[in-house]
């Protein structure tokens, strides 16, 4: 089965505009969460959503946003970056809210953003 | 304001040796403490924990939650020059919505 799988890989930006960051689950998995990692620090929870319905928010400024597709896919969006988005932003499926312990989170290899 | 601390920051062992490593938190409506292993990019799951005084254990791994002092415990037996990689803590909380709350990890590099 594949895991969750993130695109792209790689992007670089300048500051200022906008990026798009997309996410596919593991199949079956109803919820995806996002998370952003800046280097050396462990991953700083944005979003989770649940049945195309946001259920969780980070303390991230309104620049961020995020949506769920019918098939469960994801999108976060970032808008007028500025260079302290750069980082690696990792996008995490789960069956359901991830809060039991038969239903964990499972990461996709994340998406490494570059803002100049 | 909600806090995972983990420690130590980083460690060196030589192979075969033990670790502990070490996660506090303090956060409003805890629903479970769980941790991860982190080699290049995507953290993998290695244990849940929801209940105090109940050892978690796979492998050479196993990890132990104390609710009533706030912390969890990694071990890591025997260790093997694949066990080098970040170890992250998170917790889970309920506050209306869920958050997830991450330390700043546990860099072990374990030396041949």
């Known amino acids: 089965d594949a895991g969750v799988t993130q695109s792209p890989t790689h992007l670089i930006k300048t500051r200022g505009q906008q990026v798009t960051l997309r996410c596919s689950p593991i199949?079956?998995?109803?919820?995806v969460s996002w998370y952003q990692q800046v280097l050396g620090q462990g991953p700083q929870f944005i979003f989770q959503?649940?049945?195309?319905?946001?259920?969780g928010r980070g303390n991230f400024p309104d620049r961020f946003s995020a949506r769920q597709f019918p098939n469960y896919s994801s999108e976060l969006n970032v808008n007028a970056l500025l260079l302290g988005d750069s980082a690696l932003y990792l996008c995490?499926?789960?069956?359901?809210?991830?809060?039991?312990?038969?239903?964990?989170?499972?990461f996709g290899p994340g998406t490494r953003l570059t803002v100049l | 304001e909600d806090k995972v601390v983990q420690s130590p920051l980083s460690l060196v062992v030589h192979e075969g040796d033990t670790v502990t490593l070490n996660c506090s938190y303090e956060?409003?409506?805890?629903?479970?403490l769980l941790w991860y292993k982190q080699e290049k990019k995507a953290p993998t799951f290695l244990f849940m924990l929801t209940s105090s005084g109940i050892e978690k254990k796979s492998g050479r791994l196993s990890s132990i939650l104390d609710k009533k002092e706030l912390f969890s415990i990694l071990n890591i037996t025997a260790t093997q020059t694949g066990d080098s990689a970040v170890y992250l803590c998170a917790v889970v909380a309920l506050s209306g919505t869920y958050k997830y709350i991450f330390g700043t990890g546990t860099r072990l590099k374990v030396l041949a």
């Open positions: 956060v409003t409506n805890f629903r479970s």
């Open positions: 959503y649940y049945e195309k319905e946001e259920r």
């Open positions: 995490a499926s789960s069956l359901g809210l991830a809060d039991t312990s038969t239903d964990t989170q499972y």
């Open positions: 199949s079956g998995h109803k919820s």
